[in-house]
């Protein structure tokens, strides 16, 4: 069955260092991988969508990379700060299936 | 613009009981998506309409159920509620169009007593 990996163990890095976030996938050829951020209490939000023909997506600090051989993706949030602790969710996005499956997340919390 | 907008935000109801959600999706999004997020099991989809037609269904029980107003608005409805069903059910709205990312509401916390 398809399965989605995430780090459950929290992300804990000082503030102004790189967070890298790992997402791992079995059993599964999506067309897009998406992350999400959420917060205690709310609905994810979006961040990022990257093709499975993309090796690479940038947004502002924001970084995703798609290896589609490795069926991996990483995420990676440069010169972060305490704002950026949350859950980072990933999800795939398979063709024509208008459904996301998602991991289970990883918290990244960022000390000042 | 306003975002997806989800009601009510909190319900506590009784097993047995059945219960409604509302979602309102952006203005303009003609598909809306259905989750339901707990703590084992994580966030799990239920169905996606786009058009007041379902396009895909999860793997949850006949209990589960939902319908697409042409105003795009959507319910969805939950029958013979068991304690299991205690979670936050979240909405998401998108345009429709693959590739693009969604728009979830801050959600439903449903707790079954």
């Known amino acids: 069955s398809q399965k989605i990996e995430q780090n459950s163990e929290a992300l804990n890095i000082q503030e102004g260092k790189t967070a890298t976030l790992t997402c791992n996938y079995t059993?599964?050829?999506?067309?897009?991988l998406q992350w999400y951020r959420q917060d205690p209490g709310r609905g994810p939000v979006f961040l990022l969508l990257?093709?499975?023909?993309?090796k690479e997506k940038r947004k502002e600090r924001l970084k995703v990379t798609f290896d589609t051989t490795l069926k991996q993706s990483l995420f990676h949030i440069t010169a972060s700060q305490p704002a950026d602790s949350a859950t980072y969710l990933c999800?795939?996005?398979?063709?024509?299936?208008?459904?996301?499956?998602f991991g289970s997340g990883t918290r990244l919390l960022v000390r000042p | 613009k306003a975002g997806v907008t989800q009601t009510p935000r909190y319900l506590i109801k009784t097993r047995g009981q059945q219960v409604t959600l509302s979602c309102s999706p952006i203005?303009?999004?003609?598909?809306v998506s259905w989750y339901q997020q707990t703590p084992g099991q994580g966030l799990q989809f239920l169905f996606e309409?786009?058009?007041?037609?379902?396009?895909n269904k999860g793997n949850f029980p006949g209990r589960f159920s939902g319908r697409q107003f042409s105003n795009s608005r959507s319910e969805m409805n939950v029958s013979t509620l068991e304690l299991g069903d205690s979670a936050l059910y979240l909405c998401?709205?998108?345009?429709?169009?693959?590739?693009?990312?969604?728009?979830f509401g801050s959600g439903t916390r449903l707790t079954v007593v």
């Open positions: 998401a709205s998108s345009s429709g169009d693959r590739g693009g990312g969604y728009t």
């Open positions: 059993n599964y050829s999506p067309a897009y």
């Open positions: 990257i093709r499975e023909n993309e």
């Open positions: 999800a795939l996005d398979g063709d024509s299936s208008y459904k996301l499956i």
């Open positions: 203005s303009g999004h003609r598909s």
């Open positions: 309409y786009f058009s007041e037609t379902q396009r």
